[in-house]
């Protein structure tokens, strides 16, 4: 069964021979972005690693345009699982939650205050390193990655290759 997928915020659509990955990011109180908000405060599977390749590949490509690397957050890696099984488990594709949920609710339900954060989605990747060359060769993605915003991440994958990235900066 093909997930459904819903426009959102204008955020970048990429279809690559089938693969489907869409981003969009929203902001915390005094802090702009992409697609601007303002912050407010299923179970396929478990958190599976911090998916070092990714982690790897992502901060390397960050090094160009001279940003700080990114660190590995368990609290947006359960933000990100938690929405990656849920697309799983319910045949969806969206960043809005089967429960209505935004990705902005996912991280603060896990105890994470931002004051900017940002969410990847990607369907249908076989490897990390599949997964970031469509993110980087989109540019609602690659705006997500590049962006000096962030300074922690999480990544998720659910059966089916539902794919979740948060990318987070935490209030101070």
Known sequence: MK?????????????????????????????????????SGGSATTVVGTFPA???????????????????????????????????????FDHVGSDGSTFGQRIRAQGYNYAWAGENIAWGYASEAALFAAWMNSPGHRANILSAEPTEFGLALAPGNYWVLELARPLP
Do not use: E, W
Not at 8 to 26: D, E, F, K, Q, Y
Not at 71 to 83: E, G, P, T, V
């Open 3 to 39: 997930p459904r997928m819903k426009a959102l915020n204008a955020a970048a659509v990429l279809a690559l021979i089938g693969l489907t990955a869409c981003g969009s990011s929203i902001s915390g109180p005094g802090i702009s972005g992409p697609n601007p908000v303002r912050g």
């Open 54 to 92: 990714f982690q790897s590949d992502m901060n390397n490509a960050r090094k160009g345009p001279g940003l700080n690397p990114l660190s590995y957050n368990a609290k947006l890696a359960a933000a990100a699982q938690a929405h990656a099984n849920d697309m799983s488990t319910n045949g969806f």
